[in-house]
């Protein structure tokens, strides 16, 4: 069943400008050789208003002027920061690739092996080289300057601030020290490996935008290394912020590689995954020494951040015995077999202090890993879920004590009445380190539209304060996901994290909203399609029933046709109004209402028919 | 641009029973005659389970056993029910079909009439007829104990009632009478015009199950006869709970007729709409008598619910001046329009009364319109919203007083923070008449998404009270929905309905999902299939990659694969744990905790490694 891993084809991947964008830069003030990426979208000169300025996590593939060449991977921009900061050393002696590492692939079934040279660094000895510890100090990296650019999207005046933000202390404009603060505290991460020098840092806390991860992997069954790179393109073009690759099977390594060496974007992985097929998937023969020396492969190579299952405690697992769905993590099941079957405290949690050491020396945060979230709506909130959060909670301050970045991994299935106990109780146990959800789904009833169901509660507990929303594909529970399903993830959780912003009221969410809904009220079709999430999807549903040039400036579309049109009545009322009055603005109607009010309730304003 | 009208083709009504389901009907009690039909779902007989009973709006092109002709329409199953009350007769001079009924659509412009000769009643002189008076008066209808039976799913006992109602009052089963209560009191309501005798009926209120509208309806630039009928029986296949028939341009009156006489479900209008069109477009040119004279036709055709903009009047007008996207409500910026040009009150208004008689006369029910709900995010909750909410709640008192069954319809564009304000003032102000809402949607940002952008709003209003969620399509702001996208709207919206039921503890709500996921977690593919909201399509997707019959009973998926399934994995645990105790039920991780709990802490039963 396996298809050949064959070569990367280039041509796949997805690169040019979006639609209506340009992409530019600006430069740091701190650092001036930082350049943070932004998407503007211009609109039509008749609207007298400035191109809208968009987060843009898609990396140099969207610069037209960018030379790319996956074979050689992206530049390797941050690995001036981290040379300059004098404490770390070239590896002299790196982990080299074993047979394992890939699943003992061999001949056709082999993956090409990334093969453009690079220097592999760790922290000198004693060293600690996390954004965590540089912040405590008091230091504010160019990676933090790079976040506090990047998240203020280029304003220099505050935003609408109309919102319930539960407590989250989200600042007018987002500042340098302000990031440095935020990490210091714990309530941030950047997740940057010194590895991943290709990285264009990114910030996941409740104070800041609300972030969406797509995963993205082979498995056993399916894929090769060139849908993984371009599945990984793909998922960033449409706006993931950071990527989790779930690989298992054969070629975990060289397809991590790949995947690495050509991401702006966090990588995520899940490192017991390679740790169980380097043991022949026999989760009993799982050591210690594997997995760790699974961290070293992994963190060598650039992984930005671990999902970690050290929660998954003996003593919890019996509470998962009258669950519907059981344990429906697979790092959470394949500890919990290990864990039976030694009759043994999970040698994650036992070795936890080692653990914190070895992603020290790489600055690799934790994802701490949520092995007993709930698979099902009957499984919601129960004593295991909030046994293991507490655990969370536990190993947080200890990651911390050993100047380890941290974010809380969260459910799963929950209802939409159980969804804010969550954030309540991550916040409670768990110190304000960010929370990382996976949707919630709100249902279980509609296998096939799972990014539905699951971005009903991702909008949600983002809004109640999630940092970062992992996306649910509509594959969910039935199969690999393809490049439609991640594109249909990612856009659903786009959504998600974007009414999350609005609802808590991030300063910079409205502007987006409002520039949309006057091109759309000023039949600027152009606009309204190339400030959309997806401008190729509107058009051709637009274009669908009005294809004609024509129609992209007409006063309606298919749904009404032009005499239903609510927005071109709206628009002759308006129009009506201000004839009437002799008024060049839009001043129009608010003198009606003033000569309504002061009449005591009758227009005294007679008005032209306006047809 | 017009397609011709053409004639109607049944071969593209879909008909036949859903994958793995079984039409099932219940018989009345108090009125024997009634039968209620079910959707009836068997599982494999591994599971030890009985078959999961489903809601159905299907109507009987579900039932493998009925007729189905559309050139006849449904049989009328109501008319002896109307007829045997002994108050209404029959109109010996019904009113004929005009020219301007159709637009003045000619020859091959013109659609079919639907031909099939049918009784026409009304309400005997002085006599009410509607659901309302019925229930206050105490009588018990056949329609009261049709929807009894429907909502409460064949069940004998109470299911779960884990939830948080926000004040509804979801009683553990429901009877007759207290769908009469409901009714009497104004906090449900039957749509149910007695000349709808295909009708199967089906309330609408806070205390019932959340239920989904489509809208349908060609417009002067798209679409046929036949398209329209198809997407009516398309729309309740998937689950749509009432339709509405949103036609303008040519053929509305014949369009309708064959809605009407086909649809089990009730058919709700904007009856503005084809008053406009009867004046050629020209909304200075409506006058009551064209309204009237089309309430009057539309009541005839058996039409269960008219949305009238009642509330549009003409002092609020002005506080749309400044809002984004002006009057977005179809009805709502005609109705804006006339009475600006006339510089006069809302006739709608001033004639409420009138209104009222008429549509007592044949049992329609209000869907008071929200002809200033707001159309961007930017324009929530503001003002002219609520001005115009708390006018629909003086109406509905008007309408209640007439004996008439009133609706409130509700946003629009609604950010998450500002949708609860929404319910309450709806309860506030409109003393418990159902809420019916458009969305909301939750941000502007994704044209071509917003079937998403509005389940996320849809499903938390729904949970908060509102009783029917008015779907939006992806083609929503965009144009016409085609076939795909009205199915991609229900089933959205059925996702939102039912997270929403759940959310609320309605007690049939979780057996569903944990039937489901018990098929999940027992790897019974086809009944996680059949189970689904969409049977086809989860079968497609899990099909795509792992085809082969025998897939269908693998304990893994293309997802994770054999090795890492955490279903398979912890099904092993809770097998190892069940073998080591010898125990033949599920008992033995239960038996594990216990003894741990006794222990101390060390659990002291060892295991045997399961692979």
Do not use: A, E
């Given at each position: 069943m396996n298809k050949p891993a064959g070569p990367l084809e280039p041509a796949a991947i997805p690169t040019g400008e979006r639609p209506g964008s340009k992409k530019v830069y600006q430069p740091g003030a701190?650092?001036?050789?930082i350049r943070v990426p932004f998407r503007e979208v211009a609109v039509h000169p008749s609207a007298n208003e400035p191109p809208v300025t968009m987060y843009d996590s898609s990396g140099p593939y969207t610069d037209p002027h960018a030379a790319i060449d996956i074979e050689k991977?992206?530049?390797?921009?941050r690995e001036p920061w981290v040379v300059s900061r004098g404490d770390v050393e070239i590896v002299a002696d790196p982990r080299q690739v074993k047979p394992e590492d890939n699943g003992f692939a061999q001949g056709e079934h082999l993956a090409p092996q990334f093969s453009a040279p690079r220097r592999v660094y760790r922290a000198k000895a004693g060293a600690a080289v996390t954004q965590l510890e540089y912040a405590r100090r008091g230091i504010v990296t160019p990676e933090m300057e790079y976040v506090a650019i990047r998240e203020n999207l280029r304003r220099q005046a505050p935003g609408i601030r109309d919102g319930e933000s539960f407590g989250a202390e989200i600042p007018d404009l987002c500042t340098p020290e302000f990031v440095r603060d935020e990490v210091a505290r714990g309530r941030a991460i950047i997740p940057a490996n010194i590895n991943h020098t290709e990285l264009e840092p990114m910030a996941i806390g409740r104070n800041f935008l609300v972030k969406v991860n797509a995963n993205i992997g082979n498995s056993a069954v399916l894929s090769t290394v060139a849908d993984e790179v371009d599945k990984m393109v793909w998922a960033i073009r449409w706006g993931a912020d950071t990527v989790m690759d779930l690989s298992t099977g054969r070629n975990i390594h060289n397809i991590r590689d790949w995947i690495v060496r050509n991401s702006p974007v966090p990588i995520g992985t899940v490192p017991i995954y390679q740790a169980l097929e380097k043991v022949g998937g026999i989760a009993e023969d799982l050591t210690w020494e594997v997995f760790r020396d699974t961290l070293v492969e992994q963190a060598e190579q650039g992984v930005d951040y671990f999902t970690i299952h050290a929660g998954v405690r003996l003593p919890f697992i019996p509470l998962t015995a009258n669950r519907v769905t059981g344990i429906v993590s697979r790092g959470g099941s394949i500890m919990a077999k290990w864990c039976l079957a030694h009759h043994r405290e999970n040698f994650l949690y036992e070795r936890f202090a080692e653990i914190c050491e070895i992603m020290r020396a790489y600055d690799v945060s934790f994802s701490l890993g949520d092995g007993l979230r709930p698979g099902s709506i009957a499984d919601a909130n129960d004593e295991a879920q909030f046994a293991e959060l507490r655990t969370l909670g536990e190993l947080t301050k200890v990651a911390w004590k050993h100047g380890v970045q941290v974010m809380i991994e969260g459910p799963g299935h929950v209802p939409m009445h159980k969804i804010k106990a969550n954030m309540e109780e991550q916040l409670k146990h768990c110190h304000e380190a960010p929370f990382y959800t996976l949707g919630p789904l709100t249902t279980d009833v509609a296998p096939g539209y799972d990014h539905i169901t699951s971005a009903i509660g991702a909008a949600m507990i983002g809004w109640f304060g999630t940092a970062m929303l992992c996306y649910v594909t509509p594959k969910e529970h039935l199969g690999l996901p393809d490049r439609q399903d991640v594109k249909d993830g990612v856009i659903a959780y786009k959504i998600a994290a974007h009414a999350a912003d609005l609802a808590k009221g991030h300063p910079t969410a409205r502007a987006w909203d409002d520039a949309l809904s006057r091109a759309r009220f000023e039949f600027r079709w152009e606009d309204q399609f190339n400030l959309g999430l997806d401008p190729e999807t509107a058009r051709a549903y637009h274009d669908e029933t009005l294809p004609k040039e024509a129609f992209k400036t007409a006063h309606f579309c298919s749904m009404c046709g032009p005499k239903f049109c609510s927005m071109k009545i709206s628009q002759d009322i308006r129009e009506a109004a201000r004839a009437q009055n002799d008024l060049t603005n839009d001043q129009g109607m608010e003198e009606m209402a003033k000569k309504f009010r002061e009449a005591g309730g009758e227009i005294q304003v007679p008005l032209t028919p306006a047809e």
């Open positions: 701190l650092w001036p050789d991977g992206l530049p390797k921009v």
